[in-house]
Antibody, heavy 121, light 115 residues
Framework: QVQLVQSGAEVKKPGASVKVSCKVSGYTLTELSMHWVRQAPGKGLEWMGG????????IYAQKFQGRVTMTEDTSTDTAYMELSSLRSEDTAVYYC??????????????WGQGTLVTVSS | DIVMTQSPDSLAVSLGERATINCKSS????????????LAWYQQKPGQPPKLLIY???TRESGVPDRFSGSGSGTDFTLTISSLQAEDVAVYYCQQYNNWPPELTFGGGTKVEIK
């Protein structure tokens, strides 16, 4: 059973950056494909990017390219999502979510508890 | 980009009655090489992360009650709750993964309430 535990809530000013962590247990990061999804207050789910196990690369949604960086520390089985140049519209709950490590099986079977990021001056 | 459109936005169903949620994709998510539809369904209860219900359009995730079923092919899909229970009050999302990489796309969500 995979468990994903995310870092705590953050409050940031416009223009700043935020880095959210996601600690994996039950499996190692190398056995999973990690993705990030966000949800603005009262809104739907928005996929931000994820790891493609076939090419070994992280792919970002076009909307976030240039502003988001997703990294992994396999020594601690922790994934990170850093979003820069924050604006008020980035206020959301950010989720890490895994997918089976096969390119064609990219549904999200395990989710972290979510991290609320509030962007406010 | 593949756009996923869900309908209705919300619905109210009596306990024990059937709830039907629709999801339409702007392009087919059927992969002809394996005849599989690259579509998943999720349930999200208030204050909780989403939970995977169904993948390959109709395969229930382990532990999901059999009152949840998925159907459809190509561009039109349905999630059916055969007999609504109080614990099924939630928002339901569809997601396509046929266009991955480079993208995964969610529908806008359908809120299910008790009438």
């Amino acid at each position: 059973q995979v468990q994903l535990v995310q870092s705590g809530a953050e409050v940031k000013k416009p223009g700043a950056s935020v880095k959210v962590s996601c600690k994996v247990s039950g499996y190692t990061l190398t056995e999973l494909s990690m993705h990030w999804v966000r949800q603005a207050p009262g809104k739907g789910l928005e996929w931000m990017g994820g790891f493609d196990p076939e090419d070994g690369e992280t792919i970002y949604a076009q909307k976030f390219q240039g502003r988001v960086t997703m990294t992994e520390d396999t020594s601690t089985d922790t994934a990170y999502m850093e979003l820069s140049s924050l604006r008020s519209e980035d206020t959301a709950v950010y989720y890490c979510a895994t997918a089976p490590p096969l390119r064609g099986s990219s549904w999200h079977d395990y989710w972290g508890q979510g991290t609320l990021v509030t962007v406010s001056s | 980009d593949i756009v996923m459109t869900q309908s209705p936005d919300s619905l109210a169903v009596s306990l024990g009655e059937r709830a039907t949620i629709n999801c339409k994709s702007s392009q087919s998510v059927l992969y002809s090489s394996n005849n599989k539809n690259y579509l998943a369904w999720y349930q999200q209860k208030p204050g909780q992360p989403p939970k995977l219900l169904i993948y390959w359009a109709s395969t229930r995730e382990s532990g999901v009650p059999d009152r949840f079923s998925g159907s459809g092919s190509g561009t039109d899909f349905t999630l059916t709750i055969s007999s609504l229970q109080a614990e099924d009050v939630a928002v339901y999302y569809c997601q396509q993964y046929n266009n991955w990489p480079p993208e995964l796309t969610f529908g806008g969500g359908t809120k299910v309430e008790i009438k």
